[in-house]
């Protein structure tokens, strides 16, 4: 008996076996530089969209995108920190501050790899279309209402509690908006719409934040403030305080050494874990289905296969180490891995690469980053938010697709919205099951088969009635499908059933079939079922349902169900003939 093997580096080890040559060497090279060039202000901005200081998004890239890149199942995944995790982040950060959230990644490392090894990578095949398009929408809308206070340089009173509550802020901040912060996001929004058309070819981020940058100089020496990411964030070396993010790599510290909400190291205790596991559950479930719609859209693009078990092996593994270094919750990107692979990737070796460029311009470029306005990072993300909420999709999905699908997307994007993801998507499968269950019940019915169907019906007396059942026998509709067969007249002695099309029956048909077969033989009438699958046949015989003489018989077709059903009449109308004797 051999021993159980996890999927460790199942991508590398496919991708070697079919020969790495140089022309492959120099496409994962272009592909990492161009994706890592992409990675590095978009680490830093979802990092501080989630609460922390940028430097722990360029910490997430340098650590965990080569390890998830190694020992996951996909070839062209680029992971790190994404924008879908913001709504879930930030009020984790919020409550228990960066010690709490780099925790709570860790504990969700744990669960994907959990989920990795019990091969659970097909479930993602379960989870319903409308919910996913819905919080992902849900998502986008909240990571842009998160953007307008530093589009607009707006000073808000407080943090807000909720969606409204922030809408009410933010209303109510527009006199404090300053035009600095207003001109600087304006010029990059217009360069991030507009450049991608005109020159696809280079980054049209780069060019907007490097003019957002020159404006923002050009604002300043005019008199003008803008917000930079230096002003907003320092760090300390040797005791003195530099604006900022430090240029050079990560200590290794146990998250609960980090500061909590209050900046005090975090207090280890079994409470602490019992409030972090439903948000560690959340990251690591979000995670799993980002990762693996972004390895679907890869393969799509490529022409090629991914393990999806060896893939949240390679995730769990990735946000287990990560946070040990500082770095934040990750998972593959869908952008930067379809731009890894339009780049020319052959291997995850593109994936170390673009880590290798980001530390590289972590410790080259770091005091060039101080220089950052606020507002350009902003309209990065509104720009991603943008993409991210497929409006133009979910546009189209409203107006071609089923109501009760329109009904669950609509549903998760608002609960996503006014609430938080965990619920929406706990509810919108629920709701996506409860209608399933529905529109599955509504196909199977019990109706009466007419004596003109078939021969064998012709020359049956009206004692016996034969009914066809067609569509599964579940907890949703057996109850239903069963009912119809106690609807008939006292002199009926023999029910036949064809049951052909009934392809399975769940334990709540199982006991309706055995209550129907008690009310029979308490009223004197046999049942004979016909064209039983022998799957079915099989889990009626281990319920105990077996063939009994005058009470239960399995047939294959009509004409033996007929020649059944006329000789237990026989005994019937023998006693009924004696009746009429001795009533003469």
Known sequence: MSLYQPPLFTALRHTLREGYSLGALRGDLAAGLTVGIIAIPLAMALAIAVGVPPQHGLYTVLVAAPLIALTG?????????????????LPITQQFGVGGLLLCTLMAGVILIAMGLAKMGKLIQFIPYPVTLGFTAGIGIVIATLQVKDLLGLNLAHPPQNYVEQLQLLANALPTAHLGDTLVALVCLAILIVWPRFVPRVPGHLVALAAGALLGLLLEGMNIPVATLGERFSYELNGVSHPGIPPFLPDFAWPWQLPGPDDQPLQLSFE????????????????????????????????????????????????????????ITATAAIAR???????????????????????????????????????????????????MSEARHVAHTLHIAPRNDVFVLLACLVLTVLFDMVLAVGIGLLLAAGLFIKRMSDLTDTAPIPKHFHEALRELPEQVLAYAIRGPLFFGAA???????R?????????????????????????????????????????????????????????????????LAYVQTLEQAQVKALRWLEPNEAQANNEHIQAR
């Not at 004979?528 to 319920?543: D, E, F, I, Q």
Request: hydrophobic share 55%; glycine share 8%.
């Open 73 to 89: 199942g996909s070839r062209f995944n680029i992971s790190g920190p994404t924008a879908a995790f913001v709504v879930i982040l």
């Open 272 to 327: 602490l874990f019992r409030q972090l596991l439903a948000p560690a559950f959340a990251v690591a479930m979000l995670g799993a289905i980002e990762s693996l719609l972004c390895a679907v859209v890869a393969d799509g693009m490529a022409g090629t296969r991914h393990d999806p078990n060896a893939e949240l092996l390679g995730q769990g593994i990735g946000n287990l180490v990560a946070p040990l270094f500082g770095g």
């Open 337 to 387: 891995s379809a731009a890894n692979v339009r780049a020319g990737a052959f291997s995850p070796i593109a994936a170390i690469i673009h880590a290798g460029v980001v530390l590289l311009a972590m410790l080259l470029l770091a005091p060039l980053f101080s220089y950052l306005p606020m507002a350009a990072l902003a309209a990065l993300l509104l720009m991603v938010a943008w993409n």
């Open 479 to 485: 109850e239903k499908a069963l009912s119809v067969l």
């Open 487 to 551: 609807r008939f007249n006292p002199e009926v002695k023999v029910v036949i059933v064809e049951m052909s099309a009934v392809p399975l029956l769940d334990m709540t048909a199982l006991a309706a079939l055995e209550n129907l077969l008690h009310d029979y033989h308490r009223q004197g009438v046999g049942l004979v079922l016909v064209g039983t699958s022998p799957r079915v046949r099989l889990k009626l015989r281990r319920a105990g349902v077996h063939r009994e003489a005058g009470r």
